[in-house]
């Protein structure tokens, strides 16, 4: 078993930044593609963004790309998420996931996630 606990939600205005991140403990050992997905009430879970265990591919979804950055230290069983020129519609609950197979986070289907934080984007 894995637990995720993330941190760093809040509130902050249009363009600001904010960085999110999530700690791993229990049974680490295991190599995990980590990464985060966010989720709306009543709708799926949507995948955001993810990297391999080491740290040598990183997947985004599209509405993220170029203005989110996914990054992990192994050292301390984290995962990072630093979300720049941040939008209303980025309002939503993120959730720290962790899978032995990417293609599973991708899909929004993780072996592990967290209770989730929220961010909330709004003037």
């Known amino acids: 078993q894995v637990q995720l606990a993330e941190s760093g939600g809040g509130l902050v205005q249009p363009g600001e930044s904010l960085r999110l991140s999530c700690v791993a403990t229990?049974?680490?050992?295991?190599?995990?593609?980590m990464g985060w997905l966010r989720q709306a009430p009543g709708q799926q879970r949507e995948f955001v963004a993810a990297?391999?265990?080491?740290?040598?591919?990183?997947y985004y979804g599209d509405s993220v790309k170029g203005r989110f950055t996914v990054s992990r230290d192994n050292s301390k069983n984290a995962v990072y998420l630093e979300m720049r020129n941040l939008k209303s519609e980025n309002t939503d609950v993120y959730y720290c996931?962790?899978?032995?197979?990417?293609?599973?986070?991708?899909?929004?289907?993780?072996?592990?996630w967290g209770q989730g934080t929220q961010v909330t984007v709004s003037s």
């Open positions: 229990g049974n680490t050992r295991r190599a995990y593609t």
């Open positions: 996931a962790a899978a032995r197979v990417n293609t599973d986070l991708l899909n929004g289907r993780p072996d592990y």
């Open positions: 990297q391999t265990w080491d740290g040598g591919v990183s």
